[in-house]
């Protein structure tokens, strides 16, 4: 099992900058690939971004490419979003989320297998 917890969510002005952190236990950390995703009111949960096992291998959405930045700190067992230029389309309940078995970033929500609690963040105009 591997528990996620996501901190850094919060309210923050059209254009401003949050970093979420999402903090990770109970198995090896490095063996993973993390994932960010989001879900907005009445949508379905969508794909943010990613970053496999090792600190080379990153995808964006296209919706957050050149605004967004994945990393991770395998010696702190976490991963972080650097969030810039945000926009109201942007408010949603964050999620981050572990994925053991090939250790590649990935869009695809199925193949991830452990999830976090979620951390809001809303984006005012």
């Known amino acids: 099992q591997v528990q996620l917890v996501e901190s850094g969510g919060g309210l923050v002005q059209d254009g401003g900058s949050l970093r979420l952190s999402c903090a990770a236990s109970g198995r090896t950390f490095s063996n993973y690939a993390m994932g960010w995703f989001r879900q907005a009111p009445g949508k379905e949960r969508e794909f943010v971004a990613a970053?496999?096992?090792?600190?080379?291998?990153?995808i964006y959405a296209d919706s957050v490419k050149g605004r967004f930045t994945i990393s991770r700190d395998n010696a702190k067992n976490t991963v972080y979003l650097q969030m810039n230029s945000l926009k109201p389309e942007d408010t949603a309940v964050y999620y981050c989320?572990?994925?053991?078995?090939?250790?590649?970033?990935?869009?695809?929500?199925?193949?991830?297998?452990?999830w976090g609690q979620g951390t809001q963040v809303t984006v005012s105009s």
């Open positions: 970053i496999g096992r090792s600190d080379g291998n990153k």
């Open positions: 989320a572990a994925e053991g078995d090939y250790g590649l970033a990935t869009a695809r929500r199925n193949n991830y297998d452990y």
